[in-house]
């Protein structure tokens, strides 16, 4: 029942080239940096990650789409994240996009048996209809586009069918957890944290605090550790170390002094 690993690289250590992925996170908010990093020092290529985002440059997801990792995203948005952008429209990169609400959906679903829902999001655009483009051609045009969707009407209403979603691993960030994986997250920072340890065959979790097991309240605890197989113990310079997606200022006061929003 202890699922508490030593170090990130032996709780990362068997995820193989072209393993699927689920990341938890929402720009850089409750982001697993120390896990995403340990599976850039263990070497996995051809990765296929399923994620709100891909992170920044230079953070979160971002160092394993700059090192040329990453070879399939299904993702929400792809941000100011320029070298996204960048592999994406250059053919090198395969993009599945998906509505956030969507795809939050069909990560709970495949964390609870569901095959597929239908859902009125998308009905009317290439979303249901098909022909986004997936994976850009060298000259600009498109090498791979998404199919079109089964439609049924509901009350009068039209809906998409959408298929769940479950990966190989699954990485979160928890603010607090015990010995036997039960997590509890931290205000935004929870975000698509509890959807993707859910859609993990394996999941795997790095924690700011670990409790012993009885310590939670119940009542409290947002993933059960019965979605949970191993999970790390953060430093607490690891904690700490969370960034900024976009730093704003305020105007200087009548003292001159300049202060975060």
Known sequence: MDKVKQTAAEAVGDISDHASLAVGGFGLSGVPH?????????????LSVVSNNCGVDGRGLGILLAAGRIARVTGSYIGDNKEFARQYLGGELEVELVPQGTLAERLR???CGIPAFYTPAGVGTQVADGGLPRRYAPDGSAALVSPAKEIRTFGGRDHVLEHSVTTDFALVRAARGDRHGNLVFNKAARNFNPLAAMAGRVTIAEVEELVEPGELDPDAIHVPGVFVQRLIVLTREQSLDKGIERRTI????????VRDR
């Open 34 to 46: 120390v896990l995403i990093e340990a599976v850039y020092a263990h070497g996995a290529s051809g």
């Open 109 to 111: 679903a495949g964390g």
């Open 250 to 257: 305020s105007a200087p006061d009548e003292r001159g002094t």
